[in-house]
C-alpha cells in the first residue's frame, strides 16, 4: 500500500468514526481529495486507491494537470478564488465550482460553460463567520444570489460551501459548522434546490460531519504538507 493509499484509508476510517458517532450514514459524506500544488503522480496515486473526485485552488495549475491525467475518470472541483479572467477555464475544465459567491462570476460561468457539457455545478460559498478579509457571500445575501443563479441555464445551483476560521476546539469548530447548516436549511425551506453542504477539512472534518457536512475537502490528511504552487491563480 502506497502512503496515499494509507493515507486515504485512514482519512475514510475517520469518516465512518465521525458518521457512526453523529448517528449517519457514512454513504451522506463525500470524501474530496484536495490535490492542489500535487502533481499527476499523487492524482494517479490516490485514484488507484479509490478517489474519484479532486479539488484544485489553483486555475491554471489545475487545467495542466487534468489533460496529463485525461485518461481517467476524474470528477473536478475548483474550490479556489474565481477572478474573472479564469471564469473561461473553470467553465470548461471543471464539473463543479464551489466558490461562486458573486452574480457576475455565475453569469461569466453560464455563458461560457460549452453547450456539449452538462450544467456546472455551483455552491455559493459563504462568510459564515462574517471575516472582513475572507471570501464569500454574506448569510443575508446568500438567498437573492441563489435565485438569481437559478435563472441561468449553464449551472446548476447545488449547494453551500464555507471556510470557516480555524480553531483546535471541536466544540467552537461545530458551532461555526453549525451556522452553514442552519442557513442551508433555510435556504431550502425558502426553495433553492440543494443537496450539497460542502464544509470541513484536514483538521475539522469531525466537527463538520456532525453539524451536517455532505462532502468534506481534505488535502494534507491524504498527500501530506503541501509544496508551493509553481503556477499562478
Not at 473536478?76 to 466558490?99: D, E, M, Y
Not at 457571500?137 to 441555464?153: K, Y
Not at 453549525?178 to 464544509?199: C, I, K
Amino acid at each position: 500500500m502506497t502512503t496515499i493509499a494509507a493515507r486515504l484509508k485512514t482519512v475514510r476510517e475517520r469518516i465512518a468514526h465521525a458518521c457512526t458517532d453523529a448517528g449517519r450514514d457514512v454513504n451522506e459524506v463525500t470524501l474530496l481529495a484536495v490535490s492542489k500544488t500535487f502533481g499527476p503522480d499523487a492524482v494517479r496515486e490516490a485514484h488507484a486507491a479509490g478517489a474519484l473526485s479532486f479539488g484544485e485552488n489553483y486555475i491554471q495549475e489545475a487545467v495542466e494537470k487534468q489533460a496529463l491525467l485525461a485518461g481517467l475518470p476524474l470528477e473536478w472541483h475548483c474550490i479556489g478564488p474565481i477572478q474573472s479572467n479564469k471564469t473561461r477555464l473553470v467553465a470548461t475544465h471543471f464539473a463543479w465550482a464551489q466558490t461562486v459567491d458573486r452574480l457576475k462570476i455565475a453569469q461569466r460561468l453560464s455563458e461560457q460553460r460549452p453547450p456539449q457539457l452538462p450544467p456546472l455545478n455551483v455552491c455559493l460559498q459563504v462568510n459564515i463567520d462574517g471575516g472582513a478579509n475572507k471570501s464569500g457571500v454574506a448569510p443575508g445575501e446568500a438567498l437573492a444570489l441563489g435565485r438569481a443563479i437559478l435563472a441561468l441555464p449553464q449551472l446548476r445551483l447545488r449547494g453551500l460551501m464555507s471556510i470557516p476560521e480555524p480553531t483546535e476546539d471541536f466544540a467552537a469548530q461545530r458551532t461555526l459548522h453549525q451556522r452553514a447548516r442552519e442557513l442551508y436549511e433555510d435556504l431550502r425551506a425558502a426553495g433553492l434546490p440543494l443537496d450539497t453542504l460542502s464544509m470541513g477539512m484536514t483538521d475539522d472534518l469531525e466537527a463538520a460531519i456532525h453539524a451536517g457536512s455532505t462532502m468534506v475537502r481534505v488535502g494534507t490528511a491524504i498527500f501530506g504538507s503541501r509544496a508551493k504552487p509553481v503556477t499562478s491563480a
